[in-house]
């Protein structure tokens, strides 16, 4: 079956970094895209990752590793407005570009 | 680049009225989008994937004569709930994969559709 984990709740303060884990278990794999959505906004785009190793990107690092069906966002210097939910999602195999998503952490970040 | 527009973004309705949702890509092609639906502090349900040029692909769950899909460019989704009722209020957000040029898959999200169904 398909299954990606994450972790339901996560706080942090101001300044921290705060490591938020997701992994999978899927039939294939082409991919792992992280996303970040605010209360009653669509989600954007935050990073991707179909290599095993660490994408950096301003505040923002992803982790991808394939062999422990393994990923995580960093996001460090948090602020405010950080707050929202990060959702993992992995590509499946096959060319269907459909996405199998996590069910979101919720990460509260307190001044 | 890579903007994705949806109308209406907010709507409230009677029950038994149908309602259209448009998704547009506005600044480039898209073969596939996906439209999705979202209850609070709930992750992103898939509903359907739609294909320009061919019907879509539903859900497990997800009733086709209820939720009505055209993508009849490559710019262009709709979704038509059809004889709406409280139980279909929700936030319905709609995304768009680029026909080439970006990572595999990769989806673009609209910025949603809250209906209310009276």
């Known amino acids: 079956g398909q299954n990606i984990d994450q972790p339901t709740e996560m706080t942090a303060t101001e300044g921290a970094i705060v490591q938020i884990n997701c992994t999978y278990q899927?039939?294939?794999?082409?991919?792992l895209f992280w996303y970040q959505q605010h209360a009653g906004e669509a989600p954007t785009f935050l990073s991707y990752?179909?290599l095993d190793g660490l994408e950096e990107k301003g505040r923002f690092s992803s982790f991808l590793s394939r062999s422990k069906g393994y990923s995580y966002l960093l996001l460090k210097e948090l602020q405010m407005k950080d707050s929202a939910s990060y959702l993992c999602?992995?590509?499946?195999?096959?060319?269907?570009?459909?996405?199998?998503w996590g069910l979101g952490t919720s990460l509260a970040v307190n001044p | 680049g890579a903007v994705v527009s949806q109308h209406p973004s907010r709507v409230i309705c009677k029950s038994g009225t149908s309602v259209k949702i448009e998704c547009r890509s506005l600044?480039?092609?898209?073969?596939?989008m996906f439209w999705y639906r979202q209850f609070p502090k709930k992750s992103l349900m898939l509903m359907a994937t739609?294909?320009?040029?061919?019907?879509?692909?539903?859900e497990q769950g997800v009733e086709k004569d209820k939720f009505l899909i055209n993508h009849a460019s490559l710019t262009l989704s709709t979704l038509t709930v059809t004889s709406a009722h409280p139980e279909d209020s929700s936030f319905y957000i709609c995304s768009a994969s680029p026909s080439s040029g970006r990572p595999l898959n990769e989806q673009f999200f609209g910025p949603g559709t809250r209906l209310t169904v009276l």
């Open positions: 600044d480039f092609q898209a073969t596939t």
């Open positions: 999602a992995v590509v499946n195999a096959g060319n269907n570009r459909k996405l199998i």
């Open positions: 739609s294909n320009e040029g061919s019907k879509a692909t539903y």
């Open positions: 899927t039939s294939g794999f082409n991919g």
């Open positions: 990752n179909v």
